[in-house]
């Protein structure tokens, strides 16, 4: 009882420490269900939340070591999933999302409950991080919905505690990777909701401050390509540097430089360790874990790679970790793009031949026309809409007025006839100047530009 009262406190004490701009945590999120993995006094050390057992690897063989106190059923099943380990220097901290349970390790390596907490349900594939001796989550899914809630917990109350909203917290959000930007600032990649349709939020680039509580989204995961094609895994981070298994690779991701790095030559044991083989991630350290065992020869090969050093293992991928929206969306539209863009540049084309072409059209129909019919067509051009030109006002314009009836109507009639065969011919306007019955004598005709053509007839004028 003294031990876990030593360790409560120091655990509070450590919590309520400022931490420095220097001083960053490394995260590790397990794949298994109940079952965290860390190093203690270089042997890996399995601790089964469901069955309370503690247990410790050699030549591929779990021993069981001793055991620890359990949650009654079923709730040591329901609120122990999957666990975050945040570890710096000799301290560690094991949180299970989902259900806020927050588990420090004694003296003796034993896992000691360090909450009081009630609360679970609606945190699963939250982000966890560190900061001003806070344990953060962000986002998080549960009920059949995300959300983009961020709680932290409080070692005085041993209880979670929500924060009000941040500026720019997007309204759903699951982890998909992330890291330390710098001391207050985290990039994280948001997962696609694969129960609902593909949407503008898939592998979104958030930079969240929990300094100045504000969010905002930066750019698009590199590797979308809209498909959904791509299963990234999160493996957690280490400082600046995110690790997560994409499509069976394991990629670093270095958040401060914008820059992707492939582990080279790994086919296997890529994503977080399962208890055979792969990734634990513990103070700077990355843990290889393999499974080598034959019936004859059981081994289990762990490599140890400080994460400075890790790079030289990696090869650049020439691929930025996110790119900027306008360019995620050209990369991802192209083709649509192109033809919207020759769709453009042949109207603008079609336009400017049109607007160069149709002065010199225009000019050559009025140059087949004679003086009397150009007095014609710039009078009825003319004419407000509503008013008509009648058979008098057409013969005065023809000067016909003084020639007998016959000559008069041949000469108006081939006039007006000659005015719309030029129109249609040259101009494309059928049926240009039309006529209809007088209403006050039926055997008269009115005389008017047709109503299709009143709006672009008058660029004729300049030539009348």
């Not at 309204?171 to 349709?197: Q, R, V």
């Amino acid at each position: 009882m003294r031990i876990k009262f030593l360790v409560i406190s120091a655990f509070i004490l450590f919590l309520s420490t400022q931490i420095h701009g220097q001083r960053h945590y490394t995260m590790w999120v397990g794949e298994e269900s109940g079952k965290a993995y860390i190093f203690r006094k270089d042997s890996l050390i399995e601790l089964d939340f469901h069955r309370g057992i503690r247990s410790y690897l050699r030549n591929s063989v779990w021993y069981e070591l001793d055991s620890f106190p359990v949650l009654r059923d079923p709730d040591r099943i329901m609120l122990h999933k999957k666990p975050v380990v945040l570890s710096e220097q000799d301290t560690l901290l094991i949180s299970f999302p989902g259900s806020g349970i927050v588990y420090g390790i004694d003296s003796k390596g034993m896992p000691i409950r360090m909450d009081k907490t009630f609360y679970s349900g609606y945190n699963f594939d939250s982000f966890r991080a560190m900061y001003k001796g806070k344990l953060y989550s962000i986002g998080g899914t549960g009920f059949w919905q995300r959300n983009g809630l961020v709680l932290f917990f409080d070692p005085a109350l041993r209880e979670w505690e929500r924060l009000a909203p941040f500026y720019g917290m997007p309204e759903a959000y699951t982890m998909s990777f992330g890291a330390c930007m710098d001391a207050t600032t985290y990039l994280l990649c948001n997962s696609p909701d694969k129960t609902s349709d593909p949407s503008l939020d898939d592998y979104r680039i958030y930079r969240v401050n929990l300094e100045s509580r504000t969010a905002e989204t930066i750019g698009v995961f590199s590797m979308d390509d809209g498909s959904r094609e791509h299963n990234v895994i999160p493996i957690g981070y280490i400082r600046n540097y995110a690790f997560f298994d994409s499509d069976g690779f394991l990629l670093v991701g270095d958040v401060r430089s914008n820059k992707l790095y492939r582990w080279k030559d790994l086919t296997a044991g890529t994503g977080p360790y399962n208890g055979f083989d792969g990734v634990v991630l513990q103070n700077d350290t990355v843990n290889l874990i393999y499974s080598a065992s034959t019936i004859t020869n059981p081994v289990v090969r762990i490599t140890k790679v400080p994460v400075e050093e890790g790079l030289q293992y990696c090869e650049d991928i020439e691929r930025p970790i996110y790119r900027t929206t306008a360019e995620h969306f050209w990369r991802r539209y192209t083709a649509e793009f192109i033809i919207v863009l020759f769709a453009l540049v042949f109207l603008v084309v079609f336009l400017v031949r049109y607007n160069l072409r149709q002065p010199a059209v225009e000019k050559q129909f009025v140059s087949q026309l004679n003086l009397q019919e150009v007095r014609l067509l710039r009078h009825l051009i003319l004419l407000p809409e509503g008013r008509f030109a009648d058979i008098q006002e057409i013969d005065l314009l023809l000067e016909v007025e003084g020639k007998s009836w016959e000559n008069q109507r041949k000469i108006r009639s081939k006039s007006l006839s000659n005015i719309n065969s030029l129109a249609e011919e040259m101009l494309g306007y059928r049926d240009f100047i039309q006529r209809k019955p007088n209403p006050e004598d039926k055997r008269a005709r009115l005389y008017y530009i047709s109503s299709e053509y009143r709006s672009s007839s008058p660029t004729l004028l300049r030539h009348l």
